[in-house]
């Protein structure tokens, strides 16, 4: 069937739906998520000689059901530290908004925030 047979009511309901099938929140989510992957992609184990040379990035998760952490040990003193940093802390951002887009949960999570790792540098090398 052409466009032109289309009568006009049809079409201001076609119009009227948008179009599109995307989901705020699964839009959100995917941003998180995303620039979790950038961070953590930018976030070299290496170089230290220190512990001191060692931070840690920390992650929200967007996931509605229960809010935790995650975490990755990264050098501070590796070319892309300050990029690691900056994409970890605009991650954290990220899932707050998507928490305020997801639906209704009738799950109940206890409120547990995993322990920030204890960061070791062993072989040159940031861990946990």
């Known amino acids: 069937m052409s466009i032109q047979r289309l009568s006009p009511y049809l079409l201001v309901v076609l119009a009227a739906c ?19 992957a950038e961070a953590r992609a930018a976030g070299a184990t290496s170089p ?8 840690v990035l920390t992650f929200q998760s967007p996931s509605h059901i229960c809010v ?11 070319s892309n530290a300050a ?24 799950i109940f999570c206890p409120a547990v925030v995993p322990p920030v790792p204890v960061l070791t540098c062993v072989a040159s090398t940031c861990g946990s």
């Open 83 to 106: 990029a690691a940093s900056a994409a970890a802390q605009e991650q954290n951002v990220l899932p707050r908004q998507a928490l305020v887009l997801a639906p209704p949960s009738n």
């Open 68 to 78: 935790n952490w995650t975490y990755k040990p990264y050098s501070l003193v590796s």
């Open 18 to 36: 948008g179009g599109s099938d995307s989901d705020p929140y699964e839009e959100a989510v995917a941003a998180a998520n995303k620039k979790e």
């Open 48 to 55: 230290c000689s220190d512990v001191s040379q060692c931070g």
